[in-house]
């Protein structure tokens, strides 16, 4: 793991989502085959509540690493959504 993927991490634990959503975008173009990277920005878009956006990252970090462990977090994400759209009564 390089300096620039470490801070980019730091981001996501600090909470400064869109910056990270900005680095890992980024990173995406120059690694367009890099799981990590699309799954991290997820993660990120998750905390954001762009649910869509994130299944769609997860979806393609299963596609390019079906053993990392991205499935499951399409099901979470998926999950979160769906309550969030359910009315409270």
Not at 25 to 44: S, V
Not at 80 to 89: C, F, H, V
């Amino acid at each position: 793991m390089n300096s620039k993927e470490r801070g980019t991490i730091a981001l996501l634990l600090l909470g400064a989502y869109e910056k990270a959503i900005a680095d890992y975008t980024t990173a995406i173009l120059e690694n367009p085959d890099n799981a990590e990277y699309i799954g991290r920005r997820g993660n990120a878009k998750v905390k954001l509540a762009d649910y869509r956006g994130a299944i769609t990252d997860f979806s393609r970090a299963e596609e390019l690493n079906p053993q990392g462990g991205w499935q499951e977090c399409v099901t979470a994400t998926a999950t979160q959504m769906a309550l969030r759209e359910i009315p409270n009564d």
